[in-house]
Structure formats: C-alpha cells, structure tokens
C-alpha cells in the first residue's frame, strides 16, 4: 500500500486509529474489567507484518522519516517511539503521550508480528512549526522489555484478554482493514491512570 493511502481514508472515516487523537471521552475511568468486544469482522485476523519496519510503515502512526521511530536493535529487537508534543503542553499531557507510545511500540509490535519480546524506549519530542523543528527530551522516559507472555498475561489481568488478538477490532466494512483498540483496552491506551496500571504491571519502574 502506498505510504500514506491509509491514513488518508482513516482520517476521513473515524479519524487516526493508534497513536492518541481520540477524544477521551470514548474511554471509561472504571478499573472494573470489562468483558472484549468482539469484533464486528469476526472473521478477521488482525493484519500481520514480518518486521515492525513494516508494521509502523503501513499504520503510519509513527515514522523513520520524522524521527518517531527507530529501530535500536534488531536482534534482540529494540525500538525508539518519540510522541511529538510541543513547548507549552502540560507535564500530564506528556506523560501521557510517552506512555501511549511506549503501549504502542510494545503490543502494536506483540499482535502484528511474531516478535517474542520486545525493548521498547519511548520519549518525547518537542517540535516547532514555521519553520519546522524537533528535539528529543531526556525525560519523562518509560523504558522496558516485554515478552510475548508478559504482554498477554498483563492484558489477561486489566483488559480480561484471553489472546493478545482480543486487544484490537479488526473491520474492512469500508474496503480496508482497520485494526483499531478494542473498546475494553482503549481506557488502557488512552488515560494516564489506566496507562501506569499496565505498564506497572508490564514491569516500568
């Protein structure tokens, strides 16, 4: 697919499906698990990639070219996610966008390709417009390593889980597939208090 087709027919349907720009009010604050919506193409598999180089290339959320992502190591895998803030954002809100980076990084990488684990950095980037500009910020930094397992029996404990495939609703009802979270894991990727539960559980100090 050519880079940026995707992201262009998913802005215009239900706007950008991995990397925070859904209102929060679609999450819930409840830490009562909630059972997995199912898919509404339950025959769908989410889509799977033979390399996360791949996977970020075709989501589009993140990319080599901005500098938001990058891959430290490949074998063992570790990558950089970068969430882009600016100069006047509240500590809060970057706390939260390195924390939904370091989510993505870890079970966008778990779910859409057969990684056993995976060391993930996640930091922040502050960017400028007219004219353009970034830089990487030292802190705040969530930085840690999950396997496979670890991944799932942490979406086991909070999203109620049984396959790491249950995190995400596959749907092609409008000609492409779209893996976009689960109604039971967004409060999880999208609030920072749901945030910490999970990554304190994947092991983030």
Known sequence: MKKGLKPALLAAVIGLHGCGEVAETQATSSSVVAPVQASTSVHLKP???????????????????????????????????????????????????VQRAALYGIYRTLIHTD?????????????????YSSRFLDSPKVDLE???????????KHVGADTLDELV??????????????????PFYYRIERQRELLSTLGAK
Not at 58 to 66: K, L, V
Not at 115 to 131: D, I, Y
Not at 169 to 186: H, R, V
């Open 47 to 97: 889509q799977h990639f033979a390399t996360v180089e791949e996977l970020v290339e075709d989501f589009a959320d993140f990319s080599e070219e901005n500098g938001t992502f990058k891959v430290l190591s490949s074998q063992p895998l570790h990558i950089q996610m970068a969430a882009q803030v600016v100069a006047n954002d509240l500590p809060e809100t970057v706390q939260t966008e």
């Open 115 to 131: 990684a056993p684990s995976v060391h993930v950095t996640a930091v922040p980037m502050v960017v400028t417009l007219n004219p």
């Open 146 to 156: 999950v396997t496979r397992e670890q991944a799932l029996q942490a979406a086991k």
């Open 169 to 186: 609703a596959p749907d092609a009802s409008m000609g492409i597939q779209l893996d976009s979270w689960s109604k039971a894991f967004e």
